[in-house]
């Protein structure tokens, strides 16, 4: 299979709605297979790379924080260029600037950089295919 | 005593992967835990919630695999059992999705949505999730 170059601007927040793990399941399988994949992230998703977030316990369910696991979008995010890299694709994940700003989130995990709307610009010139994955 | 509280729960698997539960039904046992007086009607597409031997696989990213995917009949069995919340299912709702009573959890209650409003007097507060 040829290696194709995917443009994909996700919007969604962290734990706010099923968008995101459909959005994870596709950008794996990208991954996966290869491809190069430039990610950019608007609004509420430009906290998906947040260095600072934190699992926790959930007493709720009865579980302590390693029996919880309880996912974080940066461990995802790092998880998805170390498939990339592992099967020789790569991911240009690039979190606006402006967005991350507004809400405080501006420390990102490693090989995910700041940027701006002209990046999304460029990200689908390049591309052979554009997913956006909208709020609703 | 706390004040009788009757939580229509009608937003159903928003996030439910990320949280690994449904953050409605889980605010809800939290507050159950400090004190609060709670009952349940599932309704809309929350009724899916009450179907018995659902999952969806975890989430796998490569190398990082997500150990503990929801499974929302066991948080409804947890509000029910452990809980004692009491959790009642709409009738209707669960018709026009083509769901059978014998699919659902043991121990929900169902309930008409004509029925509804008299339940809802019997509340203090209603809230509307």
């Not at chain 1, 592992?86 to 501006?106: F, L, P, Q, S, T």
């Not at chain 2, 605010?27 to 809309?44: F, K």
């Not at chain 2, 929350?46 to 969806?56: D, F, I, L, P």
């Not at chain 2, 409804?76 to 004692?84: F, G, M, Q």
Request: hydrophobic fraction near 45%; aromatic fraction near 6%; charged fraction near 20%.
């Amino acid at each position: 299979m040829s290696q194709k170059t995917f443009a994909v601007a996700l919007m969604n927040p962290p734990y706010e709605s099923e968008n995101l793990t459909t959005a994870f399941r596709i950008l794996a399988a990208m991954a996966q297979r290869g491809h190069k994949i430039s990610v950019f992230t608007y609004e509420g998703a430009s906290a998906l790379a947040f260095a600072k977030q934190a699992p926790h316990p959930n007493p709720v369910h009865g579980k302590n924080l390693a029996e919880e696991n309880h996912p974080t979008t940066k461990d995802q995010v790092a998880a998805l260029l170390a498939l990339a890299a592992k099967n020789g694709g790569k991911v240009d994940w690039v979190n606006c600037g402006m967005c991350v700003d507004e809400r405080g989130v501006g420390e990102f995990v490693a090989d995910t950089r700041r940027g701006s709307p002209a990046d999304f610009h460029s990200f689908c010139e390049a591309a052979d295919n554009v997913l956006a994955i909208p709020v609703k | 005593m706390a004040k009788k509280t009757l939580n229509i729960v009608e937003s159903a698997y928003r996030a439910v992967m990320e949280e690994q539960d449904d953050t409605i039904l889980w605010l809800l046992a939290a507050m159950q835990g400090a004190g609060a007086q709670h009952s349940v009607v599932l309704r809309g597409n929350a009724v899916n919630y009450a179907v018995a031997g659902q999952g969806a696989p975890g989430l796998t990213i490569g190398a990082w695999k997500q150990t503990l995917a929801p499974r929302m009949d066991k948080d409804v069995l947890d509000l029910i059992e452990k809980r004692k919340i009491p959790v009642f299912v709409i009738e209707e709702d669960l018709a026009v999705r083509g769901i059978e009573r014998g699919e659902l959890v043991p121990g929900v209650q169902l309930l008409s949505s004509k029925m509804l409003p008299k339940r809802m007097a019997e509340y203090e507060i209603v809230l509307h999730w």
